[in-house]
T-cell receptor
């Protein structure tokens, strides 16, 4: 069964450092998403991406964040200068089409710890 | 008023019980309604989705939506220990909004 994969599974970084989280969505999917979940809190939408452009973004997704699809398979989330409050689990998700937005498939997540 | 409210639990039931999980929401723009299951330290897994009021059944799971009351429910019949997880309601209007989740434990 196809699945969304994410690397690394865990990342520890120093405050102020840049991190790049990587995702490989399901191969025929066209819509990509990033979410975060701070420990013990709810899943929060960050950004959606389609056709090499950001479709929607939340208030959380400020200038410190960027997304990119550098090639035909990877989808990345970059945090330019990490803050302590960026510590969270980051989930990537993908769907095959806009009318199937509800059928999102999530990756296993990257646990980011900012020290 | 919070956009989505969900009893965090934990909810403990014996194996075989019928489980009822509920969410309320405030945003009338929500068009699609979903239930996800999330095991510890894993990503959410879509269980069911619907976009209309009424019931939708899939195996042991039934999703119920009442748009007039802004209320959705998930019923699990014949609950199993493997159903022990956190259940997230979610909505889509302009983007996805998740509830905080209800932690369910099904005891053998």
């Amino acid at each position: 069964e196809p699945e969304v994969t994410q690397t690394p599974s865990h990342q520890v970084t120093q405050m102020g450092q840049e991190v790049i989280l990587r995702c490989v969505p399901i191969s025929n999917h066209l819509y990509f998403y990033w979410y975060r979940q701070i420990l013990g809190q709810k899943v929060e939408f960050l950004v959606s991406f389609y056709n090499n452009e950001i479709s929607e973004k939340s208030e959380i997704f400020d200038d410190q964040f960027s997304v990119e699809r550098p090639d035909g398979s990877n989808f990345t989330l970059k945090i330019r200068s990490t803050k302590l409050e960026d510590s969270a689990m980051y989930f990537c998700a993908s769907t095959s089409g806009p009318y199937l937005r509800e059928t999102q498939y999530f990756g296993p997540g990257t646990r980011l710890l900012v020290l | 008023q919070k956009e989505v409210e969900q009893d965090p639990g934990p909810l403990s039931v014996p194996e075989g019980a019928i489980v009822s999980l509920n969410c309320t929401y405030s945003n009338s723009a929500f068009q699609y309604f979903m239930w996800y299951r999330q095991y510890s330290r894993k990503g959410p897994e879509l269980l069911m989705y619907t976009y209309s009021s009424g019931n939708k059944e899939d195996g042991r799971f039934t999703a119920q939506v009442d748009k007039s009351s802004k209320y959705i429910s998930l019923f699990i019949r014949d609950s199993q220990p493997s159903d022990s997880a956190t259940y997230l309601c979610a909505y889509y209007g302009q983007n996805f909004v998740f509830g905080p989740g209800t932690r369910l434990s099904v005891l053998p």
